[in-house]
């Protein structure tokens, strides 16, 4: 049975079509309910969690009035799964939104052997771009916003899946940042001839299961979190400008992305994790 966003009512020619990850935490969640707030909108939450996909797609249909709101099942750290996520999808997708994370406190792996912070956070965004790469060309102009942070820094190329370096949840975090911010900048310019943006935002300090994992708070509300990620997703400037970096819906300087010898190199590693091929680089 295919996926599409499409429901009993069907959907007009003028629908835009949102795909979100991590959209049963406290920002993804947000991220939905304003999309889902837009006239002649479509919104598919990507989840790992059933129980919770079904109270989140029911609240943000209640709180909007809009049925074009459903959920798929995945669990980003796979690349299988993602893999058939892409496969049974039918229809457009105009904006594809790479939120989810995870923050897990002790070292843990995938059932492919790669570390989960590295999986979810990066290769999840890599896997789901590349995947959903001819559908998004088919539905364009279209867009990825990659969820970041400013929180960024510490990316070692020589062991991006702490197998040299003890495990530490708040440096893999902020390396796996670092990561979508460069990953970012590579796939803008690879997909700008096809009229496809690629920008990278910080979403806000908010209060989370994931911010608490990192030993934070957050002084920020979720919809305030969501707030920049929308933005790039709907406001013309996100279409207009690619490759770009922003914090409050203002554009920042990342002088990761400038960096492109370790830019391609990162993407030349995340080209050679597939399905049955996964490679240490150690």
């Not at 096809?194 to 708070?217: K, M, R, T, W």
Request: include cysteine; hydrophobic fraction near 35%; glycine fraction near 8%.
């Amino acid at each position: 049975m295919g996926i599409t966003a499409q429901s009993s009512s069907g959907q007009n020619t003028h629908t835009k079509v949102f795909l979100v990850t991590g959209a049963t935490g406290a920002i993804g969640k947000a991220i939905a309910r304003q999309l889902a707030n837009l006239q002649d909108s479509s919104v598919v939450l990507v989840c790992r969690d059933q129980q919770k996909a079904v109270l989140a797609v029911n609240e943000i249909r209640s709180l909007t009035g809009n049925s074009e709101v459903g959920y798929v099942l995945a669990d980003l750290s796979r690349y299988e799964q993602i893999h058939n996520l892409a496969q049974r999808w039918q229809g457009p997708l105009h904006v594809l939104i790479n939120n989810a994370a995870c923050t897990p406190r002790s070292r843990q792996e995938t059932p492919e052997g790669i570390e989960m912070q590295f999986a979810t956070n990066v290769l999840g965004y890599y896997w789901l771009i590349d995947e959903f790469m001819e559908i998004l060309k088919a539905s364009a102009p279209a867009r990825i916003v990659n969820v970041a942070s400013y929180w960024a820094g510490g990316l070692d190329l020589n062991d991006l899946e702490f197998t040299r370096r003890s495990y530490d949840n708040d440096l893999a975090y902020r390396q796996s940042k670092q990561a979508n911010r460069m990953l970012s900048s590579v796939f803008a310019e690879k997909l700008k001839p096809y009229q496809i943006a690629v920008n990278a935002c910080h979403p806000g300090d908010v209060n989370s299961e994931l911010s608490n994992n990192l030993g934070f708070g957050g002084h920020e509300t979720p919809d305030q979190g969501a707030e920049t990620p929308v933005w790039l997703a709907t406001h013309p400037i996100g279409q207009q400008k690619t490759g770009r970096y922003y914090e409050h819906r203002t554009e920042a300087n990342c002088t990761y992305s400038r960096d492109r010898q370790a830019v391609n190199a990162l993407y030349e590693i995340c080209a050679n994790y597939s399905i049955g091929n996964y490679r240490n680089y150690v």
